[in-house]
Nanobody
């Protein structure tokens, strides 16, 4: 059974940092492109970042470029999202996903349950 389990969310003040981790079981992350998405209350799920299987290519939505960094550790079967200079508008539930390399939810076959990130002003 495939499981993606996110951790590292929490409450942080604006300007602070958080590091989200996604631990995979039942699949080998090195065989998948990995992505992070987020969903704020009353809004649709949106793409945040993606990383290719090798880690050589990364992709970010414009609003997080220069602040967020996606990385992967294939040996540990994990993917991480380092979030710096957080803003209140980054508040959302963050989801890890495994699948094809892309910006759309439909590109990803497997999803975690999400972790809440709340940024206070």
């Amino acid at each position: 059974q495939v499981q993606l389990v996110e951790s590292g969310g929490g409450l942080v003040q604006a300007g602070g940092s958080l590091r989200l981790s996604c631990a995979a079981s039942g699949l080998t992350v090195s065989n998948y492109n990995m992505g992070w998405f987020r969903q704020a209350p009353g809004q649709e799920r949106e793409f945040v970042a993606a990383i290719s299987r090798s880690g050589s290519s990364t992709y970010y939505t414009d609003s997080v470029k220069g602040r967020f960094t996606i990385s992967r550790d294939n040996a540990k079967n994990t993917v991480s999202l380092q979030m710096n200079s957080l803003k209140p508008e980054d508040t959302a539930v963050y989801y890890c996903a495994a699948g094809s390399f892309g910006r759309t939810s439909s590109a990803y076959a497997y999803w975690g349950q999400g972790t809440q990130v709340t940024v206070s002003s």
